[in-house]
């Protein structure tokens, strides 16, 4: 019988955290996760996680996921993505039977499954620094994308999205795919009348996703908050134009492959290496010298370079931006930003 002393700390302290963060806007999920926190059945579950993947998103995805693969139980009622109606405050007992009846198939998706989230609100942070990239380095070459930790490559196609901000401003073209992001504070970044062209896209991934490939998408959809299904409806739009023509993705760790990508851009593009919640799943050390290699990058070439993560000592999201000009580095806080791109709150 497992008890409370077998189970990690941080595995209780994910969920503990997990549940101030979605308090405001997944009110099914911060329930289940305060709950979870008391009951080491179902902790020992999300303790099969893999080392610096998330234990409550494995854990709730995997349970999602047998959701959307078809699985009835009287769960899926609680959930607004699947249709659900019922209160948050009834779905603990059913969540309890669920994970009880379908352990054996719960463990095995924990064990593997890793967090590749590809939110397609995030653009909106993204949108205005890749933008200003493009401006800051003379607006007369087009960007040559490479993301890393890209997953499906959903947000590497930026460019066929439409945003809309809360000062009235719409940029991008006609899309099924609409941003919108609440500007905060007194110094906005600028939104561009058109957005920034694209000559190329490339996505690096430790276990890149093929748009094509149903269960690995289910599995993207299933991260989702399923009190969101604003997400989930722009989540399958973005999904649907990248099938009419998917972003180039390579299997690999970023800091090796970067370098190789890199050599490939054609001088008269501008390379924008970026990434979005993706290496606070690094170590310290990768982080470093990551970035030592980009100095080294920059030294030969004009390069830029967009961060959008959550990292200690930060108490949330930053979106920060370098550039390399005639091998001179400068650095700059763009935003501080909603996790799932909601809002930004502009820095001068």
């Not at 490479?146 to 460019?159: P, Q, T």
Request: proline share 8%.
């Amino acid at each position: 019988m497992t008890d409370m002393s077998d189970i990690p700390d941080h595995v209780v302290n994910s969920f503990l955290h997990f549940a101030e963060i979605c308090e405001d806007q997944c009110p099914l999920y911060a329930l289940l996760a305060t709950r979870i926190t008391q009951e080491p059945e179902i902790l020992a579950i999300a303790a099969h996680h893999q080392k610096r993947q998330p234990a409550v998103n494995m854990l709730f995805g995997s349970v999602l996921f047998l959701l959307l693969s078809g699985v009835e139980h009287p769960l899926r009622s609680f959930y607004a993505t699947l249709g659900g109606s019922k209160p948050a405050t009834e779905a603990w007992p059913v969540f309890l039977d669920f994970c009880r009846v379908h352990k054996q198939n719960l463990i095995p998706l924990v064990t593997h499954g890793r967090v590749q989230t590809n939110e397609i609100g995030r653009c909106g942070l993204l949108m205005p620094a890749l933008a200003a990239a493009y401006q800051a380095l003379g607006a007369s070459r087009p960007l040559h994308l490479i993301e890393v930790g890209a997953s499906a490559g959903l947000n590497l196609l930026f460019d066929r999205y439409q945003y809309r901000y809360s000062n009235g401003i719409t940029a991008g073209p006609d899309s099924p795919v609409v941003i919108q992001t609440e500007l905060v504070g007194d110094h906005p970044p600028h939104i561009p009348d058109c957005l920034p062209p694209v000559t190329a896209r490339v996505g690096i991934d430790i276990a890149p996703i093929d748009v094509m490939d149903e269960a690995a998408m289910q599995w993207v959809e299933a991260l989702i908050w399923p009190d969101e299904s604003d997400r989930v409806q722009m989540h399958r739009a973005a999904r649907q134009i990248a099938q009419t023509d998917p972003p180039t993705l390579i299997a690999g760790d970023g800091l090796e492959l970067v370098p190789q990508v890199l050599a490939d851009v054609s001088p008269d593009a501008i390379p924008c290496i970026y990434h979005s919640h993706a290496v606070y799943q690094m170590p310290k050390k990768w982080r470093a010298d990551f970035d030592a290699r980009l100095n080294d990058l920059g030294a030969q070439r004009d390069l830029a370079y967009v961060s959008l993560e959550w990292l200690d000592p930060h108490p949330g999201p930053r979106l920060e931006m370098s550039l390399w000009h005639d091998g001179t580095r400068t650095d700059r806080l763009i935003a501080t930003c909603h996790h799932h791109g909601r809002w930004l709150v502009g820095c001068p």
